[in-house]
């Protein structure tokens, strides 16, 4: 019985041909499950491992992440450490040397020039990231760079379907770079305004858009926020200019309604990734309805 099945598991295994096999994506964030769908379609599996609701700095190392990462051809992750807390321990305990090697890693924030990198680390500010700001996907240029990236290590790790990525890049390229324009025109009344956040997550979009942050919900990043901390805002957040307080779908609303219920100032939450809210049903959508929600909030 036992030699029976090991060579039907055998025989099995012969006619799975690699050359025919699909490859496996493990997508630490949704952003990244929607650029790897919109560069690859249906010649890739994903399986995404956090949703916009989950705070993606602390996410539980749970077996079933474990089992997903252990088939993975490679994971796609924001990386700059922002997975510091959970990703090297499930990649540890899946036993998955193509990923343990980092062969099987592409890591988003390494493509690009991150902001805020620290002159020096000093774990007295809070829950800083050495390698800069890792939160790039609201910047829709280096989301492009991003994008080209990948698609190469896809054509490298699945060579009979590289032309088939390059295409899809190419058309993906397009579109994004009309949306980019569309974004930026429609923006612009935001130029110039300021903004309180509640994690200092949004470098990336301030900067796209010619915003300015003026504070931070958090006292230090990563340290949810005081009372005392909250009312030292107030007299910020009521200077002239101030357009909002965000805050990304999956935080607690406390704290920003409290400081708008004292300002005046709107309080907003931003998708801040691929399904944040009913809008955000892709990359495209996501970027869209931050912007109609800044918009909205400059009403
Ligand atoms: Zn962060």
């Known amino acids: 019985m036992k030699t029976y099945l090991l060579s039907a598991l055998l025989v099995s295994g012969l006619l799975a041909s690699p050359a025919?096999?699909?490859?496996?994506?493990?997508?630490?964030?949704p952003e990244w499950g929607s650029l790897v769908h919109e560069l690859a379609g249906d010649k890739v599996d994903v399986d995404v491992a956090t949703s916009a609701m989950q705070d993606v700095h602390q996410i539980e190392a749970k077996p079933s992440l474990i089992a997903k990462i252990r088939r993975a051809d490679l994971t796609v992750c924001s990386g700059a450490e922002l997975e510091v807390?959970?990703?090297?321990?499930?990649?540890?305990?899946?036993?998955?040397?193509?990923?343990a090697s980092g062969d099987g890693v592409f890591s988003a924030a390494s493509q690009v020039t991150t902001?805020?990198?620290?002159?020096?680390?000093?774990?007295?500010?809070?829950?800083?990231?050495?390698?800069?700001n890792p939160h790039?996907?609201?910047?829709?240029?280096?989301?492009l760079t991003v994008a080209k990236a990948l698609t190469a290590r896809l054509a490298?790790?699945?060579?009979?379907?590289?032309?088939?990525?390059?295409?899809?890049l190419a058309d993906f390229s397009a579109r994004w770079s009309t949306a980019t324009k569309k974004w930026e025109a429609k923006a612009a009344p935001l130029k110039?305004?300021?903004?309180?956040?509640?994690?200092?997550?949004?470098?990336?979009?301030?900067t796209w858009l010619g915003i300015k942050q003026v504070g931070a919900l958090e006292p230090?990043?990563?340290v949810p926020p005081t009372s005392a901390h909250l009312a030292s805002l107030v007299a910020i957040t009521k200077s002239s200019n101030t357009l909002a307080i965000i805050r990304a779908a999956y935080q607690d609303p406390k704290a920003s309604e409290w400081l708008s219920e004292r300002t005046g100032v709107p309080a907003v939450a931003?998708?801040?990734?691929?399904?944040?809210?009913?809008?955000?049903?892709?990359?495209?959508?996501?970027?869209?309805s931050t912007i109609d929600i800044l918009l909205g909030a400059a009403k």
């Open 20 to 29: 025919q096999a699909k490859l496996r994506i493990f997508a630490c964030e």
């Open 85 to 99: 807390g959970w990703l090297p321990q499930l990649v540890r305990q899946s036993g998955n040397q193509k990923v």
């Open 270 to 288: 931003l998708p801040f990734t691929v399904g944040g809210n009913p809008e955000s049903k892709d990359l495209f959508g996501m970027f869209d």
């Open 115 to 132: 902001l805020q990198k620290p002159a020096k680390l000093d774990r007295a500010s809070g829950d800083v990231h050495p390698q800069g």
């Open 220 to 222: 230090k990043p990563g």
């Open 136 to 143: 790039i996907q609201m910047d829709p240029y280096r989301m």
């Open 156 to 168: 490298l790790l699945d060579p009979t379907n590289a032309a088939f990525y390059q295409q899809r």
């Open 192 to 206: 110039g305004r300021n903004i309180v956040v509640q994690h200092d997550a949004w470098i990336y979009l301030t």
